[in-house]
């Protein structure tokens, strides 16, 4: 099935720095891409859902990137600020299953 | 919007004990799905469930069960507490089964095993 790593597992940064978490997966036929955010104690919110066709994709604050050559997914975060210290995860979809990375812990340092 | 509500958000059960987790969702989400999150291994899926009395295995799934009883909950029952199942048992919700369609998630229910 299905391998999706995720790294770093621990990162630390000062505010106004940029962070990127990176996850590579094995399954040439996975096309949906998935970050999710959790803060201590609360649920995984979703930041971005990526389709294959899409190499870039902006939000607020932050750029998903997608390369299907080199099966690999980053979060990079501009000029992170406290509010973005929170653990981060990927997941990687093809037909149904979702797979999870095993999370980054995100701490910004004011 | 709609809402996940997991309970108890902390569980404190004996080894060898039977515990349920309850979780509730109001989105009117035809999927469900239980997860375990232990700490640096990610989530990994222990049963969904993709209608009403519908149940679909996990990769996880041996010593638990679970049960769909009406299309808004979704109960998971921990057959017989072991001390290394210590984890946050995550419950969420989709849509659909499309594999494109996002999982909204529940804040967790944290399992101590004494």
């Known amino acids: 099935g299905e391998q999706v790593e995720q790294r770093p597992p621990h990162l630390s940064v000062r505010e106004g720095d940029s962070a990127v978490i990176t996850c590579t997966y094995t399954?040439?036929?996975?096309?949906?891409f998935f970050w999710y955010k959790q803060e201590p104690g609360a649920s995984l919110q979703l930041l971005m859902k990526?389709?294959?066709?899409?190499e870039i994709n902006e939000g607020q604050g932050f750029t998903v990137l997608l390369n299907k050559k080199d099966k690999r997914l980053s979060l990079n975060l501009t000029a992170a600020h406290p509010g973005d210290s929170a653990a981060y995860f990927c997941a990687v979809t093809g037909y149904q299953n979702f797979y999870f990375g095993k999370g980054t812990s995100l701490t910004v340092i004011p | 919007g709609g809402i996940i509500t997991q309970t108890p958000k902390f569980l404190i059960g004996q080894e060898g004990q039977k515990l349920t987790l309850k979780c509730q969702q109001n989105?009117?989400?035809?999927?469900m799905y239980w997860y375990r999150q232990d700490s640096g291994k990610g989530l990994r899926l222990i049963y969904y469930?993709?209608?009403?009395?519908?149940?679909q295995k996990g990769d996880l799934s041996e010593g638990y069960d679970a049960s769909r009883e009406k299309k808004s909950s979704f109960s998971l029952t921990v057959t017989s507490a072991q001390k290394n199942e210590m984890a946050v048992f995550l419950c969420?919700?989709?849509?659909?089964?499309?594999?494109?369609?996002?999982?909204?998630f529940g804040s967790g229910t944290r399992l101590t095993v004494l």
């Open positions: 969420a919700s989709s849509p659909g089964t499309d594999s494109a369609e996002t999982l909204y």
């Open positions: 990526v389709f294959s066709s899409t």
């Open positions: 989105f009117n989400h035809d999927t």
């Open positions: 399954d040439p036929n996975s096309y949906y």
């Open positions: 469930s993709i209608t009403e009395n519908d149940l």
